[in-house]
């Protein structure tokens, strides 16, 4: 009967869990704190933020000014029968130079937490 | 007792083969967490800097020139989506279907929607906020269509 009992509890359990999946992912590396610290405000130029931070994902024209954009993105994502759910959490870092190419500014400020690894589509 | 014990397993199997393949499906995907009013209560239009909001609340997700300034947007997005496939169990009762390409037969009910927030913060040329507002659009974010 124990056999039987497991073997039938083994069943559900295997047929209830098919089509579940589980996974994480990331676009780019997240931040270093020590890399955005090496940035000097007022010395740096166009070529030492490439060195340190890579070249950006975007350049924008803002009036006389030119700002670097850094973004990377976390997804976590659960699937259990018929319920599914996706969380993505982006962080972006602007480097703001003046017209000469020297970095005036460096905006990361408080990094968002990691997305949660949810598989329930309801409530927040 | 076992007995209506191992018709509940029985029963919990049938519903798992019913429903394979996801015939029934909720799926939500969302993008970054909703910025609340209570969160941008500090912003004072004509004092409040750049740098005092992105010590805050972080990096806005994008940056672009107007006119007379800069604005920034903070996004999120939220995606709900429902389907239901209600003709696919058809076919363990009726097997001849399975000879049938599905599409002459299968019935799908869908729906959802997209619901975007977004904080947006226009700063002049000096990068102070001179507006910030937000784009409520969280509840076009459902399961029904």
């Known amino acids: ?124 | 007792m076992p007995a209506r014990r191992g018709g509940f397993f029985i029963l919990l199997c049938l519903l798992a083969i019913l429903l394979e393949g996801c015939p029934l499906a909720w799926r939500r995907f969302t993008i970054n967490e909703v910025i609340q009013p209570a969160d941008v209560s500090f912003i004072v239009p004509g004092t409040t800097t750049l740098a005092d909001i992105v010590k805050n609340l972080g990096a806005p997700g994008s940056i672009r020139p107007v006119d007379s300034g800069t604005v920034v947007r903070y996004h999120f997005l939220d995606i709900k989506y429902f389907t239901v496939n209600i003709t696919r169990p058809l076919s363990l009762f009726f097997p001849v279907l399975e000879l049938v390409p599905s599409d002459l037969y299968q019935l799908t009910y869908s729906g959802g929607g997209l619901g975007t927030d977004e904080l947006q913060v226009e700063f002049n040329k000096n990068w102070v906020v001179v507006y910030y507002a937000f784009a409520h659009h969280q509840k076009a974010s459902s399961y029904l269509p």
């Open chain 1, 1 to 124: 009967m124990i056999v039987i009992r497991s073997l039938l509890l083994v069943t559900v359990a295997a047929t209830l869990l098919q089509g579940c999946a589980f996974f994480r992912g990331n676009y780019d590396e997240d931040f270093k704190q020590e890399d955005v610290e090496s940035i000097r405000i007022g010395s740096s130029t166009t070529q030492d933020v490439a060195t340190i931070l890579g070249a950006p994902e975007r350049v924008i024209a803002v009036h006389d000014q030119q700002i670097f954009h850094y973004y990377n993105y976390a997804v976590k994502s659960g699937t259990v029968l018929f319920f599914s759910r996706t969380n993505v959490v982006g962080n972006d870092l602007y480097v703001f130079f003046s017209p000469d190419g020297i970095v005036q500014q460096v905006l990361l400020g408080r990094q968002k937490p990691p997305p949660k690894l949810q598989f329930w589509p309801f409530g927040d």
